[in-house]
């Protein structure tokens, strides 16, 4: 196990960034093949453990306005790594969420369904999970998680005490937490959120309903954790960037025909 995760250290080291589908510098080294098979095998669990929702009528909606954005994500990032397949499942969860898995795989929560107030808003949050998977954000939080094991390895080797070596991994995994993990985890949900803004505006849904969402998720959510402390941006931050990039989602809206979802 050391030295694989020395072998890993290295290999962070000499390989040069690549660049997300945003132009932000990233490390992105788990084989995708491996991702897909890790993001089928996590789908195929969650849906054993949870209740699908199988109304046709919803399923037709999502699957429609899934579709939909998926084809505009195509004509908007046509280098990002696509899957050959997406799936797409709505489960029974009162909890206003939904989730991304490598591979295309993509969870919507019935709770969700209940506070989005039309498709717009729920385009917002399905555009935004396809841009998790096409920016490839699994890949690179694996490769963190795996980087900052191989960290804390390295700092047990040049050690020489053992209550030193265990003090200084403590501090260290505060550190990362707090310095490094939770920070590049709003990295990502902001690349997401504006990717998933430009999805759903060439997909033909008003994008100012991406605002009108994230208002709704505020009043819903109620007291939320300092950002400092959150993987998430608070709600004032990720409307603020919505509202700063609305102009440019809209004159794309404008030039496309509006999307029709009707079941």
């Not at 694989?4 to 290295?10: A, E």
Request: net charge negative; glycine share 8%; proline share 5%.
């Amino acid at each position: 196990m050391k030295s694989l995760l020395l072998i890993l250290v290295t290999v962070i080291f000499l390989t040069g960034c690549q660049e997300s589908p945003t132009g932000r510098n990233r490390l992105a080294l788990v084989p995708e093949a491996v991702l897909a098979d890790m993001g089928q095998e996590s789908f195929a669990q969650i849906k054993q453990q949870n209740a699908v929702i199988r109304r046709p009528d919803i399923n037709r909606l999502v699957q429609c306005i899934t579709e939909a954005l998926v084809s505009a994500a195509h004509t908007r990032y046509p280098d990002a790594p696509m899957p050959q397949s997406w799936e797409i499942a709505v489960f029974e969860n009162a909890t206003p969420n939904a989730f991304a898995l490598p591979g295309g795989k993509i969870g919507v929560h019935s709770g969700l369904l209940e506070l989005a107030e039309n498709q717009a808003q729920l385009a917002t949050v399905i555009g935004h999970e396809i841009a998790h998977v096409l920016a490839d954000h699994g890949n690179e939080r694996l490769t963190q998680e795996l980087g900052l094991q191989a960290g804390m390895l390295l700092v047990g080797l040049f050690t020489e005490s053992e209550i030193a070596e265990n003090q200084i991994q403590q501090a260290l995994g505060i550190g990362a937490q707090l310095g490094i993990t939770l920070p590049f985890s709003r990295a990502h949900e902001e690349e997401a959120d504006l990717m998933g803004l430009e999805i759903m505006a060439r997909a033909g849904f008003e994008p100012g309903q991406s605002v009108r969402l994230w208002q709704n998720m505020a009043q819903a959510s109620g007291a939320q954790p300092l950002e400092f402390l959150s993987t998430h941006p608070n709600h004032d931050t990720r409307i603020a960037s919505l509202q700063n990039q609305l102009e440019t989602a809209r004159s794309v809206f404008e030039t496309v025909p509006p999307a029709n979802c009707q079941i």
